[in-house]
């Protein structure tokens, strides 16, 4: 778990250097690739077989998506370069990021549902927790703590915030260990859009029609990879026919009373 705390916390600077040297609009749209790394980390690590309606439902995701944050990439506005920044070392970094993000959330799959030590979801998190501290601490500490110094700044918002966000992490960690990482990639879509229509209809916020149709996508995508039932034939599967027949051909040798 040591590694994955690393990994968790240098997915979170990476992020921030990624948006020091491309726009948000760019950071936006890279980020949607993690519907698909989550998925081609599940079938290397996991050996997991997804049908083609899955893999075009997890595509035409991706792309809802996409369409949906049309407000944000496609802002003017959003689009400018960063001053002084770098969009080959930005480009780089949230790629990095995408692909940590989903080898993250298999791996972390992995480990708690095949845990030797059987140990809960609030073990596991607080494990993270901890291992992640040193690697914020070395950050904050080469920057002298910023401007509001090593322990400022932790106004009642920001502890809102930061409870707000544990809570969501082991929400996290439970929508993994009784679903899967692909599962919890869906619900955080539908969240997208959910919480995107709470904005509008309480703050005001943006739903241009095209982003009402992009949210109709994202549903029908939801839908399809949720309601798909097609048979995927597993490792496990594809060997049954095989050792069938060895079997009919070898039939084992009858006992004495089998034969009495």
């Known amino acids: 778990m ?17 948006l020091r040297n491309i726009s948000a609009g760019m950071f936006t749209i890279f980020a949607q690739c993690k519907i698909l790394t989550t998925a081609v980390f599940s ?13 075009r439902a997890l595509v035409a995701l991706m792309m809802g998506v996409l369409l949906f944050s049309e407000p944000i990439w496609g802002d003017p506005e959003k689009r400018k370069s ?3 920044g770098n969009a ?36 596991r998190n607080f494990q993270l927790a901890l291992g992640s501290l040193p690697v914020y601490l070395i950050f904050i500490s080469g920057e002298g703590g910023g ?18 966000g544990a809570a969501g992490g ?22 997208i859009i959910l919480s995107s229509v709470l904005d509008h209809l309480l ?25 798909d039932a097609t048979i995927t034939a597993s490792p496990e599967t594809e ?8 079997e009919d051909e070898n039939p084992p040798p009858s006992t004495p009373r089998e034969t009495a």
Not at 43 to 55: E, F, V
Not at 150 to 157: A, E, I, K, T, Y
Not at 239 to 246: M, V, Y
Request: charged share 10%; proline share 3%; glycine share 8%.
């Open 2 to 18: 040591l590694a994955l705390a690393l990994i968790y916390g240098v997915m979170n600077i990476i992020s921030f250097v990624s």
């Open 43 to 55: 079938s290397i690590i996991l050996r997991r077989h997804y049908s083609w309606t899955k893999w």
């Open 82 to 84: 960063i001053e002084g």
């Open 88 to 123: 080959v070392v930005g480009t780089v970094a949230v790629l990095i990021e995408v692909s940590l993000s989903g080898f993250a959330s298999i791996y972390f799959e992995k480990v708690i549902k095949t845990d030797p030590l059987k140990l809960n979801i609030w073990e």
């Open 147 to 164: 401007t509001a110094g090593l322990f400022g700044g932790w106004s009642l918002v920001a502890w809102m915030l930061s409870i707000l």
């Open 170 to 191: 082991l929400l996290v960690a439970l929508s993994i260990k009784y679903g899967d990482s692909i599962l919890k990639t869906l619900a955080t879509t539908g969240a």
């Open 203 to 227: 703050l005001g916020g943006p739903l241009t029609p095209s982003m009402m149709i992009a949210g109709v996508q994202v549903i029908l995508a939801i839908c399809n990879y949720t309601f």
């Open 239 to 246: 060997a049954t026919p095989a050792k069938l027949d060895e």
